[in-house]
Nanobody, 126 residues
Framework: QVQLAESGGGLVQAGGSLRLSCAAS????????MAWFRQAPGKERRFVAG????????RYAESGKGRFIISRDDAKNTAYLQMNSLEPEDTAVYSC???????????????????WGQGTQVTVSS
């Protein structure tokens, strides 16, 4: 069974950058679609970005387009989320998720994903 562990969160000033990592253990990232979700206080967990198992397809929520970049390194069993130009509205717990799929379509719904990490806190100060 795949286990996911996020790292890289922290406190950053508005306009700054962070790179989140999601390391998989107990299996490999292939053939898994990987995604990042986030949950702000008092709000639902929402899709942020996803990448297909080959990396040929990516998908972003409107909130992150042009600022966030999702990538994967299957040799390291790790997926990444590079976040630039961070805003206070980006403050949330960020979780990575995976689903066993060889498809190119990246789902944006929570129930499409099987495995979840515990999450890492990202706080953006103004």
């Amino acid at each position: 069974q795949v286990q996911l562990a996020e790292s890289g969160g922290g406190l950053v000033q508005a306009g700054g950058s962070l790179r989140l990592s999601c390391a998989a253990s107990g299996g490999t990232l292939s053939p898994y679609t990987m995604a990042w979700f986030r949950q702000a206080p008092g709000k639902e967990r929402r899709f942020v970005a996803g990448i297909s198992w080959t990396g040929e397809s990516t998908r972003y929520a409107e909130s992150g387009k042009g600022r966030f970049i999702i990538s994967r390194d299957d040799a390291k069993n790790t997926a990444y989320l590079q976040m630039n130009s961070l805003e206070p509205e980006d403050t949330a717990v960020y979780s990575c998720a995976s689903r066993n799929s060889r498809g190119v379509v990246v789902p944006i719904t929570r129930d499409a994903y099987t495995y979840w990490g515990q999450g890492t806190q990202v706080t953006v100060s103004s």
